[in-house]
C-alpha cells in the first residue's frame, strides 16, 4: 500500500500567516489522486481539495494544493482563527485507501 | 446525508455492529467507507462496501475481523467488529463516495466505541 508521510506535525503560527503543509508518498500517485482534508474535535472530517489541485465545493479560494508524483503540498496563504485544525492528506489512486498522520496547525 | 448509530461501549472480547443510514441519493450505486480515529492517532480506512455489486474490501490490519455489509432495502450498511481490545477505542465514521478509493465527500457524524473492562 502506498505509505504517505506528512510534515512537520505540528505547525504553530499567528492568525494572518501563511501556512505550508507537505505530503509525501512511498511511490508515484500517478494521476494526482491525493486530497486534502480539515479535521476539528467533535466533527466529521471536510473534504478541502482533490485531485491534488482542485478545491471542493464551497472552500475558500486561501486554501490551495499542488505537487504531483510523490510530493505535494497544501497552502493557507492567509489564517483565519477557524482554520488552526488537524490536516490530514489521502491518496486514492490506489486500494486501498491510505492517509498520512495528519499535520496539527495550533494557535502561537 | 448519512446518521450513524449511537456511542457504545463494550468489554474486550466483545463484539460491536456500527450502522450508517443513508438519504437522499442511490443508495446501491455508492461504495460506504468506514474510516477510524483512535484517541491522539490519524484517520484509517478499515474496508468498504459497494451494495449494487455486493463487492466488499477490507484493509487487511481488519481481515478476518471485521465485517462490512449493506441492506439495500433500508440503505442502510454496517460495520461488525469482532474480539474487541482497548485499542479498538475510537471514533468510527461511514462516509458515502463513487468508489473505495474516493475523495471523501460525505461523512456520518461519527460513532464513539470504548473498549474498556
Known amino acids: 500500500e502506498i505509505v504517505l508521510t506528512q510534515s512537520p506535525g505540528t505547525l504553530s503560527l499567528s492568525p494572518g500567516e501563511r501556512a505550508t503543509l507537505y505530503c509525501r508518498a512511498s511511490q508515484s500517485i500517478t494521476r494526482n489522486y491525493l486530497a486534502w482534508y480539515q479535521h476539528k474535535p467533535g466533527q466529521a472530517p471536510r473534504l478541502l481539495i482533490d485531485?491534488?489541485?482542485s478545491r471542493a465545493t464551497g472552500v475558500p479560494d486561501r486554501f490551495s494544493g499542488g505537487g504531483s508524483g510523490t510530493d505535494f503540498t497544501f497552502t493557507i496563504s492567509r489564517l483565519e482563527p477557524e482554520d488552526f485544525a488537524v490536516y490530514y492528506c489521502?491518496?486514492?489512486?490506489?486500494?486501498?485507501?491510505?492517509f498520512g498522520q495528519g499535520t496539527r496547525l495550533d494557535i502561537k | 446525508q448519512l446518521v450513524q448509530s449511537a456511542t457504545e461501549v463494550k468489554k474486550p472480547g466483545s463484539s460491536v455492529k456500527v450502522s450508517c443510514k443513508a438519504s437522499g441519493g442511490d443508495f446501491s450505486n455508492y461504495a460506504i467507507n468506514w474510516v477510524r480515529q483512535a484517541p491522539g492517532e490519524g484517520l484509517e480506512w478499515m474496508g468498504g462496501i459497494i451494495p449494487v455489486f455486493g463487492t466488499v474490501m477490507y484493509a487487511q490490519k481488519f481481515q478476518g475481523r471485521v465485517a462490512i455489509t449493506a441492506d439495500e432495502s433500508t440503505s442502510t450498511a454496517y460495520m461488525e467488529l469482532n474480539s474487541l481490545k482497548s485499542g479498538d477505542t475510537a471514533i468510527y465514521f461511514c462516509?458515502?463516495?463513487?468508489?473505495?478509493?474516493?475523495?471523501?465527500?460525505?461523512w456520518g457524524q461519527g460513532t464513539l466505541v470504548t473498549v474498556s473492562s
Open positions: 462516509t458515502r463516495a463513487p468508489y473505495m478509493a474516493s475523495p471523501y465527500r460525505h
Open positions: 489521502q491518496q486514492y489512486d490506489e486500494t486501498p485507501p491510505t
Open positions: 485531485e491534488a489541485s
